[in-house]
């Protein structure tokens, strides 16, 4: 895939480009289903709200080893519509992935993500310049009710505001205060909620503001975040690195792979 001229400025001006039902219902199947198998496994790239609970988020579907590889995951983030579109918006061919996570957002239970930049915690992991984008891909159908993402549009555009480690919800993270986000939200365009059928995808600079609440509906909704970084803007060693699967070390440049992957994969035992 190619983005258009029109769409790398929409990427420049709103710090995202949405693509509806980028994979296929039958992608969305293979991916779903290695969803359900890796989160039975005992890993600690499992994140679970509660012991034994539901995970909440898996990390490091992307690798040919470890736990919770996967080879539908591997194929993915390696398509050209992903790795591809990746490399455009960063305007560098040799990317790898800082970390994948799937979010399952749990039915009833699963809790929000306070307003933060992603490159507010990766710069703490020693990462100079916001050289970084996000792939997500909705795995599940996502709606106001079910807790679906929100991007504040042109948001990246002041650059990085000092974090703060909010500790108020299950995932604690680095976010942004309330009232820095009072002040930003007045000043642009309100929120865009990220909703659309499973499949759809959209690209996200690591200085969009984004958010997303409490998942009220009887569903689990679940998504995929590939986030690549440019492997000259890999990462200087800081004090107390973050475990390899959330600050990955394999600083290798991604191969493109073919864009049946997925498919393919589906034939490739686990
Ligand atoms: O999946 C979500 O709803 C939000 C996740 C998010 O923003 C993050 O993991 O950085």
Redesign the pocket.
């Known amino acids: 895939m190619e983005l258009t001229t029109e769409q790398i400025s929409r990427y420049d001006r709103d710090g995202y480009v949405v693509f509806p039902e980028l994979f296929s219902t039958q992608e969305v199947a293979i991916l779903s289903g290695e969803v359900d198998r890796v989160s039975k496994i005992d890993s600690e790239c499992i994140f679970r709200e509660v012991e034994n609970g539901p995970a909440k ?1 898996i990390f490091r579907m992307h690798e040919s080893d470890g736990a919770t590889a996967s080879p539908a995951f591997h194929a993915a983030c390696r398509t050209p519509r992903v790795l591809g579109a990746a490399r455009q918006v960063l305007g560098d061919n040799a990317l790898y992935m800082h970390h994948s ?1 799937v ?1 399952v ?1 749990s039915a009833i239970q699963g809790s929000a ?1 306070p307003w ?1 930049q ?1 490159f507010g915690a990766w710069n703490l992991d020693g990462i100079a310049a916001p050289n970084l984008t996000t792939m ?1 891909v909705l795995l599940d159908d996502a709606t106001e009710f079910n ?3 929100y991007l504040l549009p042109g948001s990246h555009r002041e650059g990085r505001h000092d974090p703060y480690f909010d500790e108020s919800t299950a ?1 604690k ?1 680095w976010a942004v205060g309330p009232s820095r986000m009072r002040d930003m939200i007045a000043r642009y365009p309100d929120p865009v909620p990220l909703t659309g059928k499973a499949g759809t995808a959209a690209i996200f600079h690591c200085n969009n503001l ?3 609440g409490h998942n009220l509906s009887a569903q689990d ?1 679940c ?1 995929v ?1 590939f986030c690549f970084n440019t492997v000259a803007n890999r990462p200087a060693d800081v004090e107390n690195p973050r475990p390899d699967y959330v600050r990955s070390q394999n600083w290798r440049p991604m191969q493109l792979g073919d864009d049946d992957g997925v498919l393919n994969s589906a034939s490739v035992p686990a």
Do not use: E, M
């Open positions: 988020t996570k979010n957002k993500w933060h992603d997500v807790g679906c993402l995932y993270l984004h958010a997303s909704r998504q975040y």
